[in-house]
């Protein structure tokens, strides 16, 4: 997830608007400074680079660009620049150096783009621009040399504008994106759009692209989202958008939201925002590495040879939120990749007798990637000899630099404290390992690998059909917010789901939760059931819903209201609310998870919790 912006317009910043006659000390001054202040709004979207480029009639094109967060960034004083782009980077094709920064230009420095998205297809579209030179590790860069073909008649016919060249390269390109492009001599920004977010801001003789609305809430509130398979250009005359080669009318609205609001693109607070990312944070995780037809996935790692087919076992070491991904993970892998897989919390974690260090893999799993207690078990896996491998959100932590291999989520930033987004992107990370795994070990036949990847393709799709039925969600917040306490159930994979969903619940709302295999109630927790105890379950596939139906019923039968996360086309009648989760199979515990972030989320908002700052708690614990 990266943040664009671009920015068109006549410079007479006044309070309230861009343009007027005069500025005062505050408002920015140039093309330049609209665009810096705008990353710096975006920088929730990533921070590993910035960069800039701005267009002028007399000076051309200027690019600058530079690791590092946005504030590191010095933009050039270009005082004729009428126009300009920028771009902060969370990185996932190369790491976050200089030349890995956005924008990136072509070979001749007439073209440059931002792009926040992935070019699936970038290896096979680089081989084909051979003759060109690339300066970067970056998917992106195969976009400017594709729109020089165009501009230049190389691949083209030559004849192209920007406009049209941007029109024909989409074409090209697979995966998701949000692209502005640029050129020297030319008074336009191009943009396109397709999977991930771009919007437009109006002003008075000056008009604003962005990823969010964030990046230029100062300036302007009418705003016009753009849809998939849209391309537009920014002039001086004012904006034209054209869908499938014609134009097109987009509605204008005006956004109310205050400036604190803003931050969090109008949500009351990151964690209800990183809840809402979901459909994008999955796409991206997925981006460009599922195979369906072939059965496969391309995570980008590799093993010694015959490593995988000697695999005694999988070790799986992380903490919290991320312990309970690896619970949905060691089943997968054991389902999938035939081998045993075992999770342990890593504080907890020792490489222990009887074990062949040759001939184990030790997973961690960890968002930060610096996590003290996560490091250390790592460090005692290495200490042993074992394989180590890293599955994390963020490029360059400690973690990725003492691990064998890693594999990233691609999630983007998640600022609250309480997991969200991330979880998704582990579990469906982990699940392509698995895959993997389970193809090169031979485990996995070929149709089983590609039911498998259906489902989670179709995940960013049901999570979606889950967010939109929070109003559901926030009336049984509603109803059972004052209960004495919550008992989340679950079998199979749903017993992770159950974990993480009481997990989220405590951390918020600091109401007493808990989460059990639905068959241990009876051996324990039973006694702690009353009217006043909810019991939420996970009843969907691969959580061998009748079963744990059964355990719900006996504490039903001792007064406690029951809610479920149903497979849709399943009814549990007795329920006292059932929440429908979409039919993606072996994720269909995942997409239930959901219900339950909004479910805690809705109960610590009733309660006027600190729900991005939960008492106690760090996001990053680095302290073992
Ligand atoms: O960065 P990590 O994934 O290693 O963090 C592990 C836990 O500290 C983390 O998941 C924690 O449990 C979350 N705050 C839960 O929402």
Redesign the pocket.
Known sequence: MCGIIGYIGEIHATDGGVTGEAADDDTPGSVGEIVHRGLKNLEYRGYDSAGVALVGAASGLTVAKRSGEVGALSVPDVPDATLGVGHTRWSTHGPPTDANAHPHTDCVGDVAVVHNGIVENYEALKRELSDHEFTSETDTEVIPHLIEEELTGVDGDGDADLLAAVRRVEDRLEGSYAICAVREGDDRIVVARRGSPLVLGRGEDAAFVASDVTAFLEHTRDVTYLEDGDVAALSPDGVEIFASGEPVERETETVTWEADAAEKGGYEHYMRKEIHEQPESLRQTLAGRLDVDGGDVDLDVSFPPGFLADLEEIRIV?????YYAGRYAAQLFEELAGVRATVEIASEYEFGAGRTPDRTLVVA????G??AD?LGAVRRANAAGARTFAVTNTLGSTVTREVDGTAFIRAGPEIG???TKTFASQVATLAMLAVAVGRDRGALAAADARSVLEDLQGLPGAVQQVLDEEKQVREAAREYRDSEAFFFVGRALGVPVALEGA??LK?ISYDHAEGFAAGELKHGPLALVTPDTPVLAVLTDGARADETMNNVTEAQTRGAPALGCVSAGEEFGTLDVSFEVPDVGVVEPLVANVYLQLFAYHVANEKGRSIDKPRN?AK??TVE
């Open positions: 992380a903490c919290g939120t991320s799993v960890t968002q930060s610096e996590t996560t404290v309480a997991a997990l989220k951390e708690l990053s614990v």
